[in-house]
């Protein structure tokens, strides 16, 4: 096997740590980690050590012809998703690319929490614990159904904002939920290619900027991983997911909130506490065993701070 790896991102745009962790874990392991990825411009924070593919918008009819030839020009090993669009290409990509290494749940997994319609119905089949709401009960939220990133969350207060909200937006192109105050937790879990749970991680999130965790601490919750193992135990899930949930701030009620089955926005926190997703990928590839991680680091904080790249703009 040669002794370089390419790795394609599709839509790494600020993933810079992570990318840098993928080309540490190379080295370790003696191979030198080439990153690319897929992106609208190249005026990207990720620019600074990856190589720029100008790709197309994810619902272009001519995508998969493009990436299969970008995947073919660049000898991409392997594929990894980091916006939600691109988890159903990368599902996708997988029947297509039988050689290229693609860490990802199924596509039929992958339709179900791109869509909140479709994966509040798989919570229920579940018995997931649901903040469902109560006729002419306030405060409630009301999330796109194909939204992400909080983008496009609307909180509604009373009767009066609610007939607001009808006569403004499309209902149907929202799902309504109870709105809960209360600490929000990311459980990071990876999952072999073979089934097995190798990681299940929780952090609180202490402090977040537009919808990604900028503050974060690594906690043990008991409850959480239990709710995490019955979710697990349903076999559909591969490679790196993420779990949210919030606990009610009053009762101490848990909810499960979205399931991304894909890297989240604060999984360094959980390799450094002792998950190193990025290891765990490459020795899939390379074919090498990866043992269950039960000894993390609880109590560890991570705080993020911003890091300018410069790019030029005359540059071809």
Same mark, same amino acid.
């Given at each position: 096997?040669?002794?370089?790896?390419?790795?394609?991102?599709?839509?790494?745009?600020?993933?810079?740590?992570?990318?840098?962790?993928?080309?540490?874990?190379?080295?370790?392991?003696?191979?030198?980690?080439? #990153?690319?990825?897929? !992106?609208?411009?190249?005026?990207?924070? %990720? =620019?600074?050590?990856? @190589? &720029? /593919?100008?790709?197309?918008?994810?619902?272009?009819?001519?995508?998969?012809?493009?990436?299969?030839?970008?995947?073919?020009?660049?000898?991409?090993?392997?594929?990894?998703?980091?916006?939600?669009?691109?988890?159903?290409?990368?599902?996708?990509?997988?029947?297509?690319?039988?050689?290229?290494?693609?860490?990802?749940?199924?596509?039929?997994?992958?339709?179900?929490?791109?869509?909140?319609?479709?994966?509040?119905?798989?919570?229920?089949?579940?018995?997931?614990?649901?903040?469902?709401?109560?006729?002419?009960?306030?405060?409630?939220?009301?999330?796109?159904?194909?939204?992400?990133?909080?983008?496009?969350?609307?909180?509604?207060?009373?009767?009066?904002?609610?007939?607001?909200?009808?006569?403004?937006?499309?209902?149907?192109?929202?799902?309504?939920?109870?709105? #809960?105050?209360?600490? !929000?937790?990311?459980?990071?879990?990876? %999952? =072999?290619?073979?089934? @097995? &749970? /190798?990681?299940?991680?929780?952090?609180?999130?202490?402090?977040?900027?537009?919808?990604?965790?900028?503050?974060?601490?690594?906690?043990?919750?008991?409850?959480?991983?239990?709710?995490?193992?019955?979710?697990?135990?349903?076999?559909?899930?591969?490679?790196?997911?993420?779990?949210?949930?919030?606990?009610?701030?009053?009762?101490?009620?848990?909810?499960?909130?979205?399931?991304?089955?894909?890297?989240?926005?604060?999984?360094?926190?959980?390799?450094?506490?002792?998950?190193?997703?990025?290891?765990?990928?490459?020795?899939?590839?390379?074919?090498?065993?990866?043992?269950?991680?039960?000894?993390?680091?609880?109590?560890?904080?991570?705080?993020?701070?911003?890091?300018?790249?410069?790019?030029?703009?005359?540059?071809?």
């Amino acid at each position: 096997m040669k002794n370089e790896i390419n790795i394609l991102f599709l839509g790494g745009a600020k993933r810079v740590s992570l990318a840098e962790r993928f080309i540490s874990s190379g080295q370790s392991l003696g191979y030198e980690i080439k #990153i690319f990825s897929y !992106e609208l411009d190249r005026f990207v924070p %990720i =620019s600074s050590l990856a @190589e &720029i /593919i100008i790709g197309l918008k994810w619902n272009d009819k001519k995508i998969y012809e493009h990436l299969l030839k970008t995947i073919k020009e660049k000898k991409i090993d392997i594929i990894l998703p980091f916006v939600d669009p691109a988890t159903i290409i990368a599902a996708k990509l997988k029947t297509m690319s039988n050689n290229i290494f693609i860490p990802v749940s199924d596509l039929s997994t992958m339709e179900i929490f791109f869509d909140k319609y479709k994966s509040n119905k798989w919570f229920i089949h579940q018995n997931l614990n649901l903040p469902l709401p109560k006729d002419g009960e306030f405060p409630i939220i009301a999330k796109p159904i194909f939204g992400s990133a909080s983008k496009g969350l609307i909180i509604i207060r009373n009767k009066k904002e609610f007939k607001a909200f009808k006569n403004n937006d499309n209902i149907n192109n929202y799902l309504i939920q109870r709105f #809960i105050e209360g600490d !929000e937790f990311t459980v990071d879990c990876y %999952i =072999s290619q073979n089934g @097995e &749970i /190798i990681s299940m991680i929780p952090r609180k999130r202490i402090e977040i900027t537009g919808g990604e965790v900028t503050k974060a601490i690594t906690v043990r919750d008991l409850k959480i991983l239990n709710e995490v193992q019955r979710i697990l135990a349903t076999g559909i899930f591969s490679g790196p997911i993420n779990i949210q949930f919030i606990k009610d701030k009053i009762t101490g009620e848990i909810f499960i909130m979205e399931i991304n089955p894909r890297f989240g926005g604060g999984v360094p926190l959980t390799i450094q506490s002792g998950a190193d997703f990025t290891m765990f990928m490459l020795r899939e590839y390379l074919g090498l065993e990866i043992q269950p991680i039960f000894d993390w680091k609880e109590n560890l904080v991570m705080a993020r701070s911003f890091r300018e790249t410069f790019i030029d703009a005359t540059d071809n």
